[in-house]
């Protein structure tokens, strides 16, 4: 018989690189394309997501409890090397959680550094501090702008508008420094004067003749404030718009400004939300990456394990008898080298038994030869004897013959009819046939057997009162045979009568459950020369036996799986223990 | 420790699954050849909106438009076409320097507002939203309508922040149908 080993190793492997590849593939898209762009992913593919990272972990999840199910059976069952494999699995796994554990706390920890550097005491208060800064320079040039232009100091600048303008540009810019343009509009719109930078000239038509703060301008990278005022010169109205330009690049700081204070701001109200969220997304990302390792170690564990529960289940093997038991291996490693030694023993070890069986059935056949050339020569010698008295009276006086010929032709085939038996039980003996197994009542079998004999021996009682009724597995016509046995026995150890009490209990041994019959007798008992050879064949202490009885039972028994033993003592009796399985299997 | 932990958890992914109180008014029009739709959000929280964006944050508030057309017949199991689909996403937030509230879209630009009123009246409606040309609804009167929905972020999360919203997104109210004009309901 050869075992090949399950080899499903190479494919396991691929299955579980490729798991990684795909599952390494979903957080590099995850991280660089979802979480990149969440602004769009509504509450729908949020919960795509969601279900996405709970399932896989889930699948893997199933698989390893499917696994580990089938390991929990294959040690309820003890299979060859599941043990080991347990072993190996939690060492595995304990060296997965040496590994993450202190990176996963590592990772946390970093985590929460990084949120408390960002949020130290300080940053967000100082950056509103910029803020109110910001504000307060933007506010003033606005009030600065607001109260110029209203003043009468502007309204006396501006009287110069018709006769010199530059003189009013240049003494309004003596007046205010902050005012880079002045534009003047009658009440026609249509612009009298403008001085100044020019990005700053405005169409008087979009301003509809609102007096005060006009809205901040951007252009390009310039900002713009003004103010328009309308003032009463020379019995008309004029409006100026005063201008200020904005330093370079303000509005642009401004922004990044309030950006950064907007994501400040909200780092410090979900701080705490975040925190949870990031150590929930840690370990979204690492669990499944850690159930793939325990996956990893079920397939190592296997691999490992393998040859040694094939040597396991070799010896096992080896140790039922059979010794045609071969290990494979296609590995090419030290246990390959320990499995040819092992397979090479077991060859040497096949053949030497072949060997000592061949020799033990020489020996048993020898033995046998012996004891029925004895038994054969001992009627032999009465029908020689026999024969030649006959032939001796015949010869001297055949007168006489008459008077011995019946007594010795009877003796002759008294002793013919003996060989005879011997020889019959011989070949029963010989020819045994295995057990024809069927369900059966075994109290009801004992009774059957003790009925006949009963009536063949009115002194003999029986007592069947812890005879239960137990249902076994075997051959009936033989279970009859063994009692009969026993019982023949019994009564030839009881010539002046007694009790054969017949009993019955269930025993364990080891996992299995046996029923134990006890028949008990009151007879002679066995003396200590004769117990070793009781269930030897051919051995006898009676007149007439042949000396198979016992020795048929105890093969009966061992046929069913069974044990038998006896305990006896001379003057008090012999009781003999029987043991048949309670759940025999198919033979 | 473990409890409050799966409690967190719970209430994450539970978060996952929105439910709000909120309506959504909906109505189109037919303006030329145009289907134009007006989506206005009733019941928003503007106060958690103006105090969020007081506070220097910005609000987010996403109207979302479909056009289906009706799958009747042999294979209506396999439910109603998508024809056409509209999202126009508006932030708001104030200009401190201004002292405005501002709110911007890709549709309509920047718009600021000087009145609070004036502001949280546009900030929470979308109206004149052009969705489909009508010369393309070839099919006979009843076979289209329109379904919109609204949802409101009163904070608008910003990166890396926004990882929060793949557990936990502002509540999205239910889906809102009308028959577009001129195309009666049909008499099942």
């Given at each position: 018989?050869?075992?090949?080993?399950?080899?499903?190793?190479?494919?396991?492997?691929?299955?579980l690189v490729?798991?990684?590849?795909?599952?390494?593939?979903?957080?590099?898209?995850?991280?660089?394309?979802?979480?990149?762009?969440?602004?769009?992913?509504?509450?729908?593919?949020?919960?795509?997501?969601?279900?996405?990272?709970?399932?896989?972990?889930?699948?893997?999840?199933?698989?390893?409890?499917?696994?580990?199910?089938?390991?929990?059976?294959?040690?309820t069952?003890?299979?060859?090397?599941?043990?080991l494999?347990?072993?190996?699995?939690?060492?595995?796994?304990?060296?997965?959680?040496?590994?993450?554990?202190?990176?996963?706390l590592?990772?946390?920890?970093?985590?929460?550094?990084?949120?408390?550097?960002w949020?130290?005491?300080?940053?967000?208060?100082?950056?509103r501090?910029?803020?109110?800064?910001?504000?307060?320079?933007?506010?003033?040039?606005?009030d600065?702008?607001?109260?110029?232009?209203?003043?009468?100091?502007?309204?006396?600048?501006?009287?110069d508008?018709?006769?010199?303008?530059?003189?009013?540009?240049?003494?309004?810019?003596?007046?205010?420094?902050?005012?880079?343009?002045?534009?003047?509009?009658?009440?026609?719109?249509?612009?009298?004067?403008?001085?100044?930078?020019?990005?700053?000239?405005?169409?008087?038509?979009?301003?509809?003749?609102?007096?005060?703060?006009?809205?901040?301008?951007?252009r390009?990278?310039?900002?713009?404030?003004?103010?328009?005022t309308?003032?009463?010169?020379?019995?008309?109205?004029?409006?100026?718009?005063?201008?200020?330009?904005?330093?370079?690049?303000f509005?642009?700081?401004?922004?990044?400004?309030?950006?950064?204070?907007?994501?400040?701001s909200?780092?410090?109200?979900?701080?705490r939300?975040?925190?949870?969220?990031?150590?929930?997304?840690?370990?979204?990302?690492?669990?499944?990456?850690?159930?793939?390792?325990?996956?990893?170690?079920?397939?190592?564990?296997?691999?490992?394990?393998?040859?040694?529960?094939?040597?396991?289940?070799?010896?096992?093997?080896?140790?039922?008898?059979?010794?045609s038991?071969?290990?494979?291996?296609?590995?090419?490693?030290?246990?390959?080298?320990?499995?040819?030694?092992?397979?090479?023993?077991?060859?040497?070890?096949?053949h030497?038994?072949?060997?000592?069986?061949?020799?033990?059935?020489?020996?048993?056949?020898?033995?046998?030869a012996?004891?029925?050339?004895?038994?054969?020569?001992?009627?032999?010698?009465?029908?020689?004897?026999?024969?030649?008295?006959?032939?001796?009276?015949?010869?001297?006086?055949?007168?006489?013959?008459?008077?011995?010929?019946?007594p010795?032709?009877?003796?002759?085939?008294?002793e013919?009819?003996?060989?005879?038996q011997?020889?019959?039980e011989?070949?029963?003996?010989a020819?045994?046939?295995?057990?024809?197994?069927?369900?059966?009542?075994?109290?009801?079998?004992?009774k059957?057997?003790?009925?006949?004999?009963?009536?063949?021996?009115?002194?003999?009682?029986?007592?069947?009162?812890?005879?239960?009724?137990?249902?076994?597995?075997?051959?009936?016509?033989?279970?009859?045979?063994?009692?009969?046995?026993?019982?023949?026995?019994?009564?030839?150890?009881?010539?002046?009568?007694?009790?054969?009490?017949?009993?019955?209990?269930?025993?364990?041994?080891e996992?299995?459950?046996?029923?134990?019959?006890?028949?008990?007798?009151?007879?002679?008992?066995?003396?200590?020369?004769?117990?070793?050879f009781?269930?030897?064949?051919?051995?006898?202490?009676?007149?007439?036996?042949?000396?198979?009885?016992?020795?048929?039972?105890?093969?009966?028994?061992?046929?069913?799986?069974?044990?038998?033993?006896?305990?006896?003592?001379?003057?008090?009796?012999?009781?003999?223990?029987i043991?048949?399985?309670?759940?025999?299997r198919?033979? | 420790?473990?409890?409050?932990?799966?409690?967190?958890?719970?209430?994450?992914?539970?978060?996952?699954?929105?439910?709000?109180?909120?309506?959504?008014?909906?109505?189109?029009?037919?303006?030329?050849d145009?289907l134009?739709?007006?989506?206005?959000?009733?019941?928003?929280?503007a106060?958690?909106?103006?105090?969020?964006?007081?506070?220097?944050?910005?609000?987010?508030?996403?109207f979302?438009?479909?056009?289906?057309?009706?799958n009747?017949?042999?294979?209506?199991?396999?439910?109603?076409?998508?024809?056409?689909?509209?999202?126009?996403v508006?932030?708001?937030?104030?200009?401190?320097?201004?002292?405005?509230?501002?709110?911007?879209?890709?549709?309509?630009?920047?718009?600021?507002?000087?009145?609070?009123?004036?502001?949280?009246?546009?900030?929470?409606q979308?109206?004149?939203?052009?969705?489909?040309?009508?010369?393309?609804l070839?099919?006979?009167?009843?076979?289209?309508?329109?379904?919109?929905?609204?949802?409101?972020?009163?904070?608008?999360?910003?990166?890396?922040?926004?990882?929060?919203?793949?557990?936990?997104?502002?509540?999205?109210?239910?889906?809102?149908?009308?028959?577009i004009?001129?195309?009666?309901?049909?008499?099942?």
């Amino acid at each position: 018989m050869r075992f090949y080993p399950r080899n499903p190793t190479p494919v396991g492997l691929l299955v579980l690189v490729l798991i990684l590849v795909v599952l390494v593939a979903l957080i590099v898209v995850f991280s660089q394309t979802i979480l990149a762009s969440l602004a769009n992913v509504d509450a729908q593919a949020n919960t795509i997501v969601l279900i996405a990272s709970i399932i896989l972990p889930l699948i893997l999840l199933g698989i390893i409890i499917y696994q580990l199910v089938l390991l929990i059976r294959e040690r309820t069952l003890k299979r060859p090397g599941s043990h080991l494999k347990i072993r190996l699995l939690l060492f595995f796994v304990f060296v997965s959680l040496i590994s993450s554990i202190p990176q996963a706390l590592l990772s946390v920890s970093f985590i929460n550094a990084t949120i408390g550097f960002w949020l130290q005491a300080g940053i967000e208060e100082g950056l509103r501090g910029a803020l109110d800064i910001s504000l307060e320079y933007y506010r003033g040039l606005v009030d600065n702008l607001d109260r110029f232009n209203s003043s009468r100091a502007m309204s006396s600048l501006l009287r110069d508008i018709r006769l010199d303008p530059d003189r009013m540009w240049r003494n309004i810019q003596d007046a205010n420094s902050s005012v880079h343009s002045v534009q003047i509009f009658d009440e026609e719109g249509r612009e009298v004067v403008f001085r100044g930078n020019q990005n700053s000239r405005v169409e008087f038509s979009v301003l509809d003749k609102v007096t005060g703060n006009l809205p901040k301008e951007d252009r390009e990278a310039l900002s713009i404030l003004r103010n328009i005022t309308s003032h009463n010169l020379f019995g008309r109205v004029y409006y100026s718009i005063v201008g200020t330009i904005l330093t370079e690049g303000f509005d642009a700081k401004a922004r990044q400004l309030t950006e950064s204070l907007e994501n400040f701001s909200q780092l410090n109200r979900y701080r705490r939300l975040f925190r949870i969220v990031l150590v929930v997304f840690y370990l979204i990302f690492s669990f499944p990456i850690f159930l793939l390792s325990i996956l990893v170690s079920f397939l190592l564990t296997d691999e490992i394990s393998r040859p040694i529960a094939n040597l396991e289940e070799a010896t096992r093997r080896v140790a039922e008898g059979d010794f045609s038991f071969r290990v494979l291996t296609r590995s090419e490693d030290e246990l390959s080298g320990l499995v040819s030694s092992f397979n090479r023993m077991l060859a040497e070890l096949s053949h030497s038994r072949k060997k000592l069986i061949q020799a033990e059935k020489i020996n048993a056949w020898q033995d046998i030869a012996q004891r029925l050339a004895h038994e054969i020569k001992n009627p032999l010698t009465p029908i020689k004897l026999s024969a030649q008295r006959i032939l001796k009276v015949y010869g001297k006086n055949p007168e006489t013959i008459d008077q011995i010929l019946e007594p010795a032709i009877s003796a002759i085939i008294q002793e013919v009819d003996n060989l005879n038996q011997l020889l019959q039980e011989f070949r029963e003996f010989a020819r045994l046939p295995g057990p024809n197994l069927e369900e059966m009542n075994i109290g009801q079998i004992v009774k059957e057997v003790a009925e006949v004999y009963q009536h063949l021996s009115r002194t003999i009682h029986f007592d069947f009162s812890h005879l239960d009724e137990i249902i076994l597995r075997a051959d009936k016509k033989q279970m009859k045979q063994v009692f009969a046995n026993l019982f023949k026995n019994a009564v030839t150890a009881m010539p002046a009568g007694g009790e054969i009490r017949v009993s019955t209990d269930i025993v364990k041994k080891e996992n299995s459950n046996y029923c134990r019959i006890r028949v008990r007798d009151n007879g002679r008992g066995i003396d200590e020369n004769t117990r070793t050879f009781v269930f030897t064949p051919y051995f006898t202490t009676k007149k007439d036996g042949v000396g198979l009885g016992l020795a048929i039972v105890e093969r009966i028994i061992f046929d069913h799986d069974g044990s038998i033993h006896f305990e006896t003592e001379v003057g008090v009796g012999t009781t003999f223990f029987i043991d048949l399985p309670m759940e025999m299997r198919k033979l | 420790m473990a409890d409050r932990m799966f409690l967190v958890l719970f209430c994450l992914v539970i978060g996952s699954f929105p439910v709000c109180a909120d309506t959504v008014s909906l109505d189109a029009a037919r303006v030329g050849d145009l289907l134009e739709v007006s989506i206005t959000l009733k019941g928003g929280d503007a106060e958690q909106v103006i105090a969020s964006i007081q506070d220097g944050l910005k609000s987010e508030i996403v109207f979302q438009a479909r056009l289906y057309e009706r799958n009747w017949g042999l294979f209506s199991f396999l439910g109603d076409r998508l024809f056409v689909e509209r999202k126009v996403v508006q932030v708001a937030y104030f200009d401190f320097f201004e002292d405005m509230y501002v709110v911007e879209s890709e549709l309509k630009g920047t718009r600021k507002y000087e009145q609070r009123e004036e502001f949280m009246r546009d900030f929470f409606q979308l109206a004149d939203l052009r969705l489909q040309d009508m010369r393309d609804l070839k099919r006979e009167p009843g076979s289209y309508y329109i379904l919109a929905r609204i949802r409101l972020d009163p904070v608008r999360l910003v990166p890396p922040l926004n990882i929060i919203s793949l557990f936990y997104s502002s509540a999205v109210t239910p889906w809102q149908e009308i028959q577009i004009p001129g195309h009666p309901e049909p008499k099942l």
